[in-house]
Protein backbone atom coordinates (compact mmCIF):
# COMPACT_ATOMS: atom_id res chain seq x y z
CA UNK A 1 0.00 0.00 0.00
CA UNK A 2 1.20 2.96 -0.64
CA UNK A 3 1.97 5.37 1.84
CA UNK A 4 3.33 9.19 1.76
CA UNK A 5 5.33 11.09 4.36
CA UNK A 6 5.62 15.21 4.72
CA UNK A 7 8.86 16.87 6.13
CA UNK A 8 10.89 20.23 6.34
CA UNK A 9 11.32 22.63 8.68
CA UNK A 10 8.36 23.58 11.09
CA UNK A 11 9.49 27.33 11.55
CA UNK A 12 10.75 29.33 8.45
CA UNK A 13 11.54 32.96 8.28
CA UNK A 14 9.65 35.46 6.28
CA UNK A 15 11.21 36.12 2.78
CA UNK A 16 12.85 32.96 2.94
CA UNK A 17 12.19 29.34 0.91
CA UNK A 18 10.88 26.36 2.48
CA UNK A 19 11.68 23.22 1.19
CA UNK A 20 9.09 20.15 2.01
CA UNK A 21 9.91 16.43 0.88
CA UNK A 22 7.51 14.06 0.55
CA UNK A 23 8.88 10.06 0.77
CA UNK A 24 6.95 7.98 -0.59
CA UNK A 25 6.76 4.01 0.10
CA UNK A 26 4.99 1.47 -1.30
CA UNK A 27 4.85 2.36 -4.61
CA UNK A 28 6.97 4.09 -7.15
CA UNK A 29 6.68 7.49 -8.46
CA UNK A 30 7.07 7.19 -11.93
CA UNK A 31 3.98 4.57 -12.32
CA UNK A 32 1.72 5.14 -14.81
CA UNK A 33 -0.91 7.50 -13.89
CA UNK A 34 -0.18 8.51 -10.52
CA UNK A 35 -0.08 12.24 -10.09
CA UNK A 36 1.82 13.47 -6.69
CA UNK A 37 0.12 16.93 -5.33
CA UNK A 38 1.15 19.50 -2.84
CA UNK A 39 -1.59 20.97 -1.29
CA UNK A 40 -2.01 23.22 1.59
CA UNK A 41 -4.32 24.56 4.48
CA UNK A 42 -3.78 27.88 6.38
CA UNK A 43 -5.67 28.10 9.44
CA UNK A 44 -9.29 28.76 9.21
CA UNK A 45 -9.01 28.66 5.93
CA UNK A 46 -9.98 25.69 2.68
CA UNK A 47 -7.80 23.15 0.90
CA UNK A 48 -5.51 25.28 -1.35
CA UNK A 49 -4.03 22.98 -4.37
CA UNK A 50 -0.38 24.30 -4.85
CA UNK A 51 1.12 21.98 -7.45
CA UNK A 52 1.90 18.67 -9.11
CA UNK A 53 4.46 16.39 -10.62
CA UNK A 54 3.24 13.77 -12.67
CA UNK A 55 4.74 9.92 -13.01
CA UNK A 56 6.63 11.56 -16.14
CA UNK A 57 7.97 14.65 -14.60
CA UNK A 58 5.87 16.78 -15.94
CA UNK A 59 5.05 19.72 -13.18
CA UNK A 60 2.26 21.88 -12.76
CA UNK A 61 1.63 25.00 -10.40
CA UNK A 62 -1.43 26.87 -9.46
CA UNK A 63 -1.05 30.26 -11.21
CA UNK A 64 -1.45 32.01 -8.43
CA UNK A 65 1.81 30.45 -6.75
CA UNK A 66 3.54 30.01 -10.04
CA UNK A 67 5.78 33.11 -9.82
CA UNK A 68 7.91 31.36 -6.68
CA UNK A 69 6.79 27.69 -6.46
CA UNK A 70 8.78 25.08 -7.72
CA UNK A 71 8.27 21.01 -7.67
CA UNK A 72 10.71 18.28 -8.49
CA UNK A 73 11.19 14.35 -8.38
CA UNK A 74 14.48 12.45 -7.44
CA UNK A 75 13.25 9.21 -8.42
CA UNK A 76 16.53 7.62 -6.79
CA UNK A 77 15.22 8.12 -3.54
CA UNK A 78 11.60 8.12 -4.52
CA UNK A 79 10.58 11.47 -3.42
CA UNK A 80 9.28 14.94 -4.23
CA UNK A 81 9.92 17.48 -3.27
CA UNK A 82 8.12 21.22 -2.94
CA UNK A 83 10.45 24.58 -2.60
CA UNK A 84 8.10 27.94 -2.34
CA UNK A 85 10.19 31.64 -2.39
CA UNK A 86 9.93 34.71 -0.66
CA UNK A 87 7.52 32.91 2.08
CA UNK A 88 5.37 35.28 4.05
CA UNK A 89 3.35 35.04 7.28
CA UNK A 90 0.67 34.50 5.25
CA UNK A 91 2.15 30.62 3.54
CA UNK A 92 2.03 29.28 7.52
CA UNK A 93 -0.67 26.53 6.77
CA UNK A 94 -0.68 22.14 7.16
CA UNK A 95 1.15 21.38 4.21
CA UNK A 96 0.03 17.95 2.64
CA UNK A 97 1.83 15.36 -0.12
CA UNK A 98 -1.12 13.56 -1.70
CA UNK A 99 -1.19 11.05 -4.75
CA UNK A 100 -3.91 11.71 -7.41
CA UNK A 101 -5.37 13.93 -4.33
CA UNK A 102 -6.96 10.71 -3.09
CA UNK A 103 -4.15 9.28 -0.89
CA UNK A 104 -2.71 11.70 1.51
CA UNK A 105 0.16 11.91 4.00
CA UNK A 106 -0.51 12.84 7.79
CA UNK A 107 0.51 16.53 7.29
CA UNK A 108 3.15 18.86 8.32
CA UNK A 109 2.63 22.14 9.71
CA UNK A 110 4.75 25.38 8.57
CA UNK A 111 4.98 28.13 10.35
CA UNK A 112 6.68 31.50 9.05
CA UNK A 113 7.89 34.12 11.29
CA UNK A 114 10.35 35.97 12.25
Known amino acids: QVQLQESGPGLVKPSQTLSLTCTVS??????????WSWIRQPPGKGLEWMGAVAYSGNTYVSPSLKLRTSISTDTSKNQFTLQLNSVTPEDTAMYYCALNVLLWGQGTQVTVSS
Open 26 to 35: GGSITTNRYY
